[in-house]
């Protein structure tokens, strides 16, 4: 749990330093098209970070697997879906968009176990 929430945390630093460096420096250096390949990477980066978050929180309150594992998906579909558009707006190489569909199907995942857990684990009023 206390390293889902560290994990988190600097995955939102990282998403800070990432998005102003495509706002400052990027912008200058790659097409239009590239910049909001970057963005993309960047926004999900975030909404994801947040998602990690809240599992952070719900660990805090019970531990189970399927939380540890929607926690793993997570960290591992940020790292595939936004690095690789990362990678393929700053080199341009398109075979890295490749491996973006894999995170985005990780993320899914991440997100049906996160589901999963909340209807077994949290009462219905």
Do not use: R
Request: charged share 10%; proline share 2%; net charge positive.
């Amino acid at each position: 749990m206390k390293q889902v929430l560290i994990l988190s945390a600097l995955s939102g630093m990282l998403a800070v330093i990432l998005g102003a460096f495509g706002a400052h420096v990027l912008k200058k250096m790659i097409s239009p098209d590239m910049l909001e390949v970057y963005k993309t990477g960047v926004q999900y980066q975030f909404y994801h970070t947040f998602a990690l978050l809240a599992v952070g929180i719900l660990m805090y309150f019970k531990q189970s697997k399927i939380l540890k594992w929607s926690a793993n998906l997570f960290v591992i579909g940020i790292a595939l879906f936004s690095g690789s558009l990362y990678v393929l707006s700053i080199t341009g190489i398109k075979m890295f968009g490749i491996v973006t569909p894999f995170g985005g199907i990780t993320l899914i995942t991440a997100w049906i176990l996160l589901a999963i857990h909340c209807s077994k684990n949290i009462p219905a009023n």
